[in-house]
Structures are given as C-alpha cells and as structure tokens.
C-alpha cells in the first residue's frame, strides 16, 4: 500500500473517529448552545473525513470509496491516533481532548496547505478554515473552565492529565511520515512539535492549569495497534453497513 | 402538531360587547391583522396562552432531538450521517428561538426549562415514541415534520410578532427536513426486500402517532376557539390532520407502501381521504406520561441537566470573573 494512501487514512480515520464522538453528545450537551456549537465542529470534522477518504480511495486505486472505507475496515485498519479514540467522558474531558487535538489538527493543516500534493493543498486550505475556529473555541473553553470554580479547574486539570501520554505519538517520526515529508506531501510530523507545545502551555498557563511534566507516552494508532475503545465505536459506526451489506441507502 | 392541548384558560369566547375597553382594542387590532409585540399591552391569559404553546413548541423541538439523535452515530452512510446531524442541529437552533420568543413574554429560558424537567410542562406527543431501526428516521421527517409543518405555516401569520417570525425560518428548514426524510423511504423502497420491510414497518408504527399530533378531534378541544380568536390559532386540528393526510396518503403509494389504514380512501364527494378512527386513549395515555419512551425522554434531559451543572456554573462563574476584571480595568 503507498505510503500517500496510509497517510490519507491517518488524516481521514482522526476526522471520523472524533466527528463520531462528538456526535454521540448531540442533544445531550450542558447547554442548548454546546450542543449547537458542539454539533457544528462534528458536522466539519465529519465533512473533513469525508474528503480526506475519498480521496484515500482514490489513491489506492481498489475502487473503494468513502463508505467503503468507514464501514468496511476492522479496527487493525484503522489509522486515527490514540487520543481521538478516548472516551468522550464528562464535558470536560470532550473539551480537553478536543483542545490538544485542535492546537494539532491547527499546525498540520496549515503545513498541509503547502503540500506538493495539489488535492491534499486545496482539502487542507478549506479545513485549516474551520479548524481555526475549532481551536478558537477549545481553548476558550479551556480558559474558562480553567479558571471558573475550584470543581472545573480539577476537573480541566484531571481531563489534561488524563490525555497527555496520548499527545506524543502525533510527533513521532516512522516510514509512512518520513516518506510523505520527503516528497514535501506533508509537513515532518516532529516539526509541529514545538509550536503545538508552544500554544498548548500558551493557553494552559491562560486557564491556570499545569503543564503535566510525565514524558511516558502511549503509542500505536498510526499503525492500527489501538485502545480497547476503537472497538466499541466501530460497533456503532458501522452497523448498518455489516448488518445489511451491499444495500444502498 | 407541537403544541397540544394547549390551555387557554377561557370558558367561552367574549365577544366585543363584553370587554373592557382595553381588551377590546386589543380584540379589534387582532381582527384587523395587525401583529402585537413584546411590548403592547395583552390580556394576561393571551400572554399565558402564547407563553405555554412557545414553551411547549421549544420544549418539543428539545427533546424531539433524541429520538433521532439515537440513530446519528449509527446513520448507514457518511452523507447520511452529515444530514442527519445538520438536522438535529437544527432542531436545537428552532429551540433556541422558541424559548427566546418565550422570553420575550416574560419568563426566563432556566424558569421555562426547569417545567419540563419537572415533569409539570408538555412537549409533543410523538416524541414519547421509539426509533426502532433507520427507516424511522426517514418516517419522522417525513411523517412527523409533514405534520409539524402543516401545523406551522399558518402558525407564520400567528398575532404574535415574534412567534410568527420564528417560525418563518423554522418552517424554511423544516420542510428540508421533510425533503430528506422523504428521500430516506424513497431510497429505502427502491432497496432490497428488507429495505421495503424496514419501510413499511416504520410507516405502520409511525402513522397514527403523526395523525394524533394534531391534536384531539374538534369536539374535544376546549380551547381551540379562544386561540383562533386571538388568532394564535388559524385552523382547527381536525382540518390540519385532513390537510396532512390529503397530502400525505399519494406519497404513500407513490413509494408502493401498502397503506396504513384499512378505511384511507379517497372520498370523490367531500374532496378529501376518509381515514379510520384514532386511538384517542392512546394519545392521551402518551400526553398523560405512558406513553413508551416518556421516562427515558424526560431521565435523559434531566441528565444533561444535572450532569451539565458543573459546567455552566464555571462558566457563569468566569463570565462573573471576566465582568469584574474588566470594571476594575475601567476605573
């Protein structure tokens, strides 16, 4: 399998598997507000994946389209990172993860935008838009919650803590990446290291919240060695399809 | 419809002899068309009517958002997936303007919300029914908005300004909503066998719940006349449930589903279909809070509530936080 189409589906699966999990809070947000807000970064992302797997399809040359890929891989398949797959928890823990993502997801895209890949350019250009907003509003809530009431600064600072051996494995370096920044398809993915870090302590140290220091880190969604979780969400995405294979909806 | 029952709080309708001076002045700019505002002078029953129909209209978009939500993150395509979620979405911005045209009368969001979770405040009937499999989620938007939206174009000429533009745009994105769910059965009747079953099966569930939602048979609504004349209301429920059924029923064969109702034909001398008697102790066992999902409707609002409070509290807390900061910056 190319290394562009590999790289396509760590693109797409990371859209997909968030968008399913901030789906799963529609209608059951804090706030009529968070749901609609909630809802509009889920509908972005869901739009992001859709055209990151196309494309992918494309690239392999199977005929496999985006439905094709959503529905059909088994977790091993899947290419998203561990962070994305990590359960959506209290409100806290969706906006936290969602925060580390975006302040990713930001510096990536915007690398991306220069891609000698002219579909991956102009995919990237329409996304870095929306995300940009995404991260607008995560770290705002971050702000907030940060420094709200003695029980949302705990809880922020759990969320962080929790999540932080899941935001490591995004900057390191293996074939698939070296490849792709080589051919100057995308950014090395050790270069978005510092200014992710550079925005994340930015605005933790804005909502009073504590840079965890533990270096340990988790590691294995770029190459499909997944949580238990991944499984569990694959149930639910993919019923229809396994349930009823070949139908046309 | 997605206000039922809605009390008006009237015996009889006075007529214009037997006001006051100010009500009838109130009376005679509502015959003459003219809209009233947040800020005209009402009779205190017009604002408690309006207040309890908007409040239960909200209430209803709210927690209407669950049964299909329960299907979003298992929609059987991407596009399908992205549509539906773009429609829940709406249905939260519809209760969003709706308990803001509530607030225009007088009674804060949390205060209007706080009913429901209650238990003391209404929403619509339909919504205390099941979504068993995909195929309901192309019948509500197709059945249960067709119904919603034969309920509110008229409601875009009610007197009351902000109500009446709320649901202009509502009614817009509802009959997308219409659209989509149509096209969900259209796709689902051109599928396999199992598809066509799946279709008809939700047509059947859904079919009498949509008629009922318009709300019991003209004899039995106490209070349909005092809306009308305060032009709140336009038309009768039984007219609106002919309505919806007259354009629901060549829909029906046109997806060649068999019809839900033995006794649904199309009656040459009144010009409309004649239907088969609806289950009036189911409707009001379902209002009455026995209908199937009634608990687990009101269990999951409550939930968000409750387990939202932290959040809105640090939120209102930082805002507090963010205020002072900013007077001690001024000074």
């Known amino acids: ?249 | 419809m997605y206000a039922q029952l809605v009390e008006t709080g009237a015996k009889a309708v006075k007529t214009l002899d037997q006001m006051e001076p100010q009500e009838r002045a109130f009376q005679e700019r509502i015959n003459a068309g003219i809209k009233t505002e947040p800020k005209d002078w009402m009779p205190e029953a017009y604002r408690k009517t309006l207040v309890r129909q908007i409040s239960q209209h909200a209430h209803s978009e709210y927690v209407g958002m669950l049964p299909e939500a329960n299907w979003i993150t298992r929609a059987p395509t991407l596009k399908r997936k992205a549509i539906l979620l773009a429609k829940v979405q709406d249905e939260a911005g519809h209760a969003l303007y709706l308990y803001s045209a509530v607030e225009t009368l007088g009674v804060t969001r949390d205060q209007t919300y706080l009913d429901l979770l209650s238990g003391k405040a209404k929403y619509s009937s339909i919504f205390n029914y099941p979504t068993l499999t995909w195929a309901d989620i192309g019948a509500i938007g197709w059945l249960v908005d067709g119904s919603a939206i034969v309920n509110q174009i008229p409601l875009c000429r009610c007197s009351y300004g902000p109500y009446a533009r709320a649901m202009v745009r509502v009614c817009k994105e509802e009959s997308f909503h219409q659209r989509q769910g149509f096209d969900i059965m259209q796709a689902l009747c051109k599928g396999t066998p199992e598809q066509k079953a799946m279709a008809q099966d939700a047509l059947n569930r859904w079919w009498w719940p949509s008629l009922a939602m318009h709300g019991p048979p003209d004899e039995l609504s106490a209070n349909s006349a005092q809306s009308m004349a305060w032009k709140i209301k336009q038309n009768s429920n039984d007219e609106l449930r002919q309505r919806f059924i007259d354009q629901t029923a060549p829909q029906i064969e046109f997806l060649g589903l068999a019809l839900p109702d033995a006794d649904l034909k199309w009656n040459e001398a009144r010009g409309h279909y004649d239907y088969g008697a609806i289950d009036w102790e189911e409707f009001f066992n379902v209002v009455n809070g026995k209908g199937p999902c009634n608990q687990e409707r009101l269990a999951a609002r409550n939930q968000a509530w409750e387990e939202g409070a932290w959040f809105r509290e640090a939120m209102s807390a930082y805002a507090a936080k963010q205020e002072q900061s900013d007077m001690q910056g001024a000074t």
């Open chain 1, 1 to 249: 399998m190319s290394h562009k189409f590999q790289y396509l589906l760590r693109l797409g699966d990371n859209c997909l598997v968030l968008s399913q999990q901030l789906a799963a809070w529609c209608g059951h947000g804090p706030a009529l507000e968070e749901d609609l807000a909630l809802t509009n970064v889920a509908l972005d992302l869901l739009g992001q994946a859709r055209l990151w797997l196309s494309y992918a399809g494309e690239v392999e040359g199977r005929g496999r389209d985006e439905d094709a890929l959503a529905f059909g891989r088994d977790g091993l398949d899947f290419r998203n990172l561990l962070l994305v797959e990590q359960p959506n928890g209290h409100y806290g823990n969706t906006v936290a993860r969602q925060f580390l993502f975006d302040a990713w997801h930001r510096q990536l895209l915007a690398g991306l935008c220069e891609s000698s890949d002219p579909r991956i350019a102009e995919i990237a250009q329409k996304a870095v838009k929306e995300v940009r907003y995404h991260v607008e509003r995560s770290a705002g809530l971050m702000i907030a919650l940060g420094n709200g009431t003695a029980l949302s600064h705990a809880r922020m600072q759990d969320a962080v803590n929790m999540l932080w051996p899941y935001t490591n494995e995004w900057f390191d370096s293996d074939a698939i990446d070296a490849q792709c920044a080589s051919a100057g398809v995308a950014p090395a993915a050790s270069s978005l290291a510092a200014a992710w870090r550079a925005d994340v302590e930015t605005v933790l140290g804005r909502a009073g919240l504590t840079t965890p220091t533990y270096t340990g880190h988790q590691r294995g969604g770029k190459l499909g060695v997944h949580s238990e979780h991944l499984g569990r969400l694959l149930t639910a995405l993919q019923f229809m399809q396994r349930a009823y294979p070949g139908a046309q909806w």
